[in-house]
Nanobody
């Protein structure tokens, strides 16, 4: 059974940076498309970024140019580097894993517990 453990969240000022990490275990990492989703108060959970085993990435329009998703297939870990953070980035961020070869926005698969990212002055 897939287990996902996120780390790296916290409080940051607008314009600052954070890097989230997600450790994958319980299955074969290379079979999974990995992603980061977020859910802000009163909003649906949305795909922020996804990456295939081969390194193909997709991003939400709201984070393009600011966030970078990457994965290390030797360490079974996926990262989300977040730069130029805005208050509207405040949300609970969830690591996601789904078997496949393409990044898709549908929110199925396995989930981490979620970590809070708060962007505030």
């Amino acid at each position: 059974q897939v287990q996902l453990v996120e780390s790296g969240g916290g409080l940051v000022q607008p314009g600052g940076s954070l890097t989230l990490s997600c450790a994958f275990s319980g299955s074969i990492f290379s079979r999974y498309v990995m992603g980061w989703y977020r859910q802000a108060p009163g909003k649906q959970r949305e795909l922020v970024a996804g990456v295939t085993s081969g390194g193909t990435t997709k991003y939400a329009d709201s984070v393009k140019g600011r966030f970078t998703i990457s994965r290390d297939n030797t360490k079974n870990t996926v990262y989300l580097q977040m730069n130029s953070l805005k208050p509207e980035d405040t949300a609970v961020y969830y690591c996601n894993a789904k078997v496949g070869s393409y990044v898709v926005a549908a929110d199925f698969g396995s989930w981490g517990q979620g970590i809070q990212v708060t962007v505030s002055s």
